[in-house]
Structure formats: structure tokens, C-alpha cells
């Protein structure tokens, strides 16, 4: 059941973040950034009551909703646009790192 609701959501967000990277959709950067995102919406959902503990007027209601996800848009843009401007070449090669 989550596959068929989920899927969807995460293809067309892994496809949106290979545009920006200029990735292959199934390649290793595009699903770790599209991991990380899906796993910041998921968080906010299954530890809302923890979350609301710790911060006061914190829901998923909104305007506190549009907050979020305007927050965690701005904060994985950071993070995608520099990885964009990154070249496989210019990593390190860590097959050999032991």
C-alpha cells in the first residue's frame, strides 16, 4: 500500500533533483539527495508529537505547514545546487579508502 502511494511522490521528486544535478534519475547522487529530502517530509510527519514538544506552535497545520516546506526547499537547494556544480572527476575516488 505505502509503494503505491509513495513511489509516485519519490519518482517525481528523484526526477525533479536529476534535472537539477544533470544526473541520471537512478544514479547514486540523485537518489541520496532525493533520500535525504523525502527522509526531512518524513520526519516532521512521524515525529510530530516529538517536534511540538520541543518546539512551541511547531505543527503541521498551516501557516506552520508552508513554513516547513519552505524550509526544507530552501535547505535542500543549498545542498543540491553546490552538488550540481560538482564533476565526478572532482571527488575523491573512494573505492580504494581501506
Do not use: W
Not at 533533483?17 to 516532521?44: K, N, T, W
Amino acid at each position: 500500500m505505502a509503494r503505491l502511494s509513495v513511489m509516485p511522490v519519490y519518482r517525481a521528486l528523484s526526477g525533479l533533483i536529476a534535472a537539477l544535478l544533470g544526473q541520471p534519475i537512478d544514479s547514486e547522487p540523485v537518489r541520496m539527495h532525493a533520500a535525504s529530502v523525502f527522509g526531512q517530509c518524513i520526519i516532521y510527519r512521524t515525529s510530530q508529537s516529538i517536534i511540538e514538544r520541543i518546539y512551541d506552535n511547531l505543527g503541521l497545520q498551516p501557516p506552520s505547514a508552508d513554513r516547513i516546506a519552505d524550509h526544507v526547499t530552501a535547505f535542500s537547494l543549498a545542498a543540491i545546487h553546490p552538488a550540481a556544480n560538482t564533476t565526478a572527476s572532482s571527488r575523491p575516488d573512494k573505492s580504494n579508502s581501506k
